[in-house]
């Protein structure tokens, strides 16, 4: 099954245990992701927050939008 959506941007932080995925809608409208995983557990990422349905019209707008909701994204140097 074809996905609908594509990863423009992942941001990891230092730790390597939360990312943020800048994901590109096939309306070419941008929402934001914050996804975690615990280095003990191999079950991979799990999902913690998404934009849905709040969309942005550029990849940028999303990460600005991204950076005011989730405090440790806004800490990461640009």
């Avoid at 730790?15 to 590109?24: A, G, K, S, T």
């Avoid at 992701?33 to 942005?56: A, M, N």
Wanted: charged share 25%; net charge negative; hydrophobic share 40%.
């Amino acid at each position: 099954m074809p996905k609908n959506y594509l990863v423009a941007h992942s941001i990891d932080n230092q730790e390597l245990n939360r990312c943020i995925d800048i994901i590109q809608d096939l309306n070419d409208k941008f929402r934001f992701q914050e996804w975690r995983r615990e280095p003990e557990d191999i079950s991979g990422w799990f999902l913690v927050l998404d934009s849905s349905p709040k969309t942005y019209p550029t990849a940028i707008e999303a990460i600005v939008a991204a950076k005011q909701t989730i405090a440790w994204f806004d800490t990461l140097n640009d």
